[in-house]
């Protein structure tokens, strides 16, 4: 896994995460989609998304690679990738510029949507 140690997140938390956010489903690939919606076989349906990613986080491709699934099934999807920081940049939003220009932007798109 790219970026998967010494990154800050790295495989083992992730796997931590996961049991926490699914604690009934150790198995990612095994889970409710509503739970992990970039396992369904048809994404068509879903929800505009933006769709954040970091440069050196060890989930950055997946997040990208579902943001491509998306548009490529006809869902609005906004993608950026925040360059030199790792996952959970957003924390530092006062500190670091990357996180302070994402999370305006964040604000901006979240105010097109919801005036749609």
């Avoid at 989609?33 to 989930?59: H, K, M, N, Q, R």
């Avoid at 994402?102 to 949507?113: K, N, Y």
Wanted: proline letters at 7%; a negative charge; hydrophobic letters at 40%.
């Amino acid at each position: 896994m790219l970026y998967g140690k010494g990154y800050g997140l790295d495989l083992e938390q992730i796997r931590k995460y996961w049991s926490a956010y699914a604690p009934d489903c150790p198995d990612p690939l095994d889970t409710p989609l509503y739970c992990a919606p970039g396992l369904a076989s048809d994404v068509s349906g879903l929800p505009a998304a933006y769709i954040l990613t970091a440069e050196y986080d060890p989930l950055r491709d997946e997040g990208e690679a579902f943001a491509q699934r998306l548009a490529a099934s006809g869902v609005a999807a906004t993608a950026r990738r925040a360059p030199g920081v790792n996952h959970g940049f957003l924390a530092f939003e006062t500190v670091l510029s990357q996180a302070d220009a994402s999370m305006i932007e964040l604000g901006h798109w979240l105010r097109s949507q919801l005036a749609s």
